[in-house]
């Protein structure tokens, strides 16, 4: 007989299991379901957050890199100095008479400025009429220039006529007249120049033969350092034709918006002239040394290229240069004017600045062939291109401190302290060498390069002094020049020296 009780609490039993496990699959499945919608509902709200954020996030970022641009192009703080070279109260006009100085200039363009600027207070200090000096036409370049070519002859002359009477050549009555013929002494003082006074005695007309550093940089009195100054910035204006030339930075400035004006001293005479080096071909070295034998008024000859360098008297090279500006902090993008002649070893060597900062522009990239033509074959003419240029810069940068970057320097420390970057070489060297033999890690070589020149930005402070100990002529060779940095006598904060 069969049992149906049993056998119905069978099926019974069977479907509350069956119904239990449905009910917690679905309650399961509702979990799960709402825990989605949850973890959704938070990971759009991180989406919605993100995406609100995000443009905070990039303004923040895009202010920081402006902010540290910034600080990588701006010019130091003049502190309320300005131009001082006003003469003082005790200041005469020139008085007119009749004897005269005339001047053979030596060296480039840099060295013959000031050298110009020097002879201009010596005619003053003695009391004579100067003659329009004679360049140099037989150093290195062989530049046939005249004074007119290059300078703005009857601004010259018109500028400084409360100062010194200046004149475009001897009287013809004077000409076959024999003349006191001297050299005089480098960085001589105001008793110096007041002995050769005596010379008047004799003669009505005294050569001189060598222009370079004829005047001491300090310890004369402040009307004739002014006179430097305005004879150097204000009178020795180039000519209309280089000076019109010279607004290729506007030409520039249509390429980017700042630039950095590169004085790569890296020039064949430069490097047979120093004994550096470092980097070229036995070959090339034999070159230097040759040029160097041949050329008899450079006195010296054997010359060690590793001492040299070591010790900070070599210029940079184009790959030190371009590692110097990485570390720095310049873009890859940044725009530089390469201030220079031919670079010793071409576009092979060039290459290892480019490669770095590919944006680099020379003057012949700027200028027609037509418009460089009237320069060609005269050294000085192109040089005064680049000076143009290098002082309207926004950022100098000299590899080398020759006459052109001192002259530079100066000029746009007078013109309000405009930023110039003065490698330390002798430092800069030595963390170099480290950096290749990796003894440095790239964020500390920059780091420590950024230390070494937070005080090399063109900031104001007054002219540096000799070593301590230091006597004689030694000293004032060790001396800054005046030309490299006219403050205090002609940069000052009083109004009754502006002009």
């Known amino acids: 007989m069969v049992n149906h009780r049993g056998h119905h609490s069978k099926n019974l039993s069977t479907f509350r299991n069956r119904k239990s496990s449905f009910l917690s699959f679905t309650l399961y499945v509702i979990i799960l379901f709402a825990l989605s919608i949850f973890i959704f509902m938070l990971y759009s709200k991180d989406i919605l957050d993100d995406e609100h954020n995000t443009p905070l996030l990039r303004v923040e970022n895009s202010k920081h890199k402006q902010l540290l641009e910034n600080q990588l192009w701006e010019a130091p703080s003049s502190h309320g100095l300005h131009p001082c070279v006003k003469p003082t109260s005790k200041y005469k006009a020139a008085p007119v008479l009749d004897r005269y100085m005339t001047v053979r200039c030596n060296g480039g363009l840099n060295q013959m400025r000031t050298g110009i600027a020097d002879m201009v207070a010596v005619a003053r200090i003695m009391n004579t009429t100067l003659v329009i000096p004679q360049l140099d036409k037989s150093s290195f370049w062989q530049d046939t220039s005249t004074f007119s070519d290059i300078f703005d002859e009857v601004h010259f002359i018109k500028s400084l006529q ?12 004077l000409a076959s007249l024999p003349r006191a013929r001297k050299h005089f002494t480098s960085w001589a003082g105001l008793s110096y120049y007041e002995e050769m006074m005596e010379l008047w005695k004799d003669h009505q007309v005294i050569h001189v033969a060598k222009s370079d550093a004829r005047l001491a940089n300090n310890y004369l009195p402040l009307d004739i350092q002014r006179l430097r100054c305005r004879a150097l910035y204000h009178a020795l204006r180039f000519s ?69 360098r070591i010790s900070g008297l070599c210029p940079l090279t184009p790959m030190e240069v371009g590692i110097f500006l990485q570390a720095l902090g310049f873009p890859r993008s940044t725009l530089i004017y390469i201030a220079a002649g031919e670079i010793y070893g071409g576009e092979r060597r060039l290459l290892e600045l480019t490669s770095r900062f590919p944006n680099i522009v020379f003057k012949e990239m700027l ?50 302290h405009q930023k110039t970057i003065t490698p330390d070489r002798k430092g800069l060297v030595e963390l170099l060498d480290k950096l290749e033999a990796g003894l440095l890690e790239v964020s500390s070589f920059s780091s420590l390069v950024n230390q070494l020149h937070k005080n090399r930005f063109g900031a104001p402070r007054k002219r540096g002094a000799a070593p ?10 060790l001396e800054e020049s005046f030309y490299q940095n006219p403050y205090p006598e002609c940069i000052c904060k009083s109004e009754t020296g502006m002009r």
């Not at 980017?256 to 047979?272: Q, T």
């Not at 050294?379 to 940068?397: G, H, N, P």
Request: aromatic share 6%; proline share 2%; hydrophobic share 35%.
């Open 367 to 416: 200028a027609t062939q037509e418009e460089l033509r009237t320069f060609s074959n005269h050294a000085s003419q192109t040089a005064a291109l680049d000076y143009i240029i290098s002082v309207e810069s926004d950022v100098f940068i000299p590899s080398h401190s020759g006459n052109m970057a001192r002259a530079v320097e100066g000029h746009r420390r007078f013109l309000g």
């Open 240 to 308: 209309p034709s280089i000076e019109s030339l010279g607004k290729l930075m506007e030409r520039l400035r249509s390429r980017a918006k700042r630039y950095i004006a590169l004085h790569l001293r890296y020039e064949k005479d430069m490097l047979s002239f120093t004994g550096c080096t470092y980097g070229l071909s036995d070959a090339e070295s034999e070159e230097l040394r040759v040029m160097r034998e041949k050329t008899s008024h450079w006195k010296i000859k054997n010359i060690n290229s590793t001492e040299q």
């Open 162 to 173: 409360q100062d010194v009477r200046i004149v475009k050549e001897l009287p013809k009555e």
């Open 468 to 477: 301590l100990g230091i006597k004689g002529r030694a000293r004032s060779r």
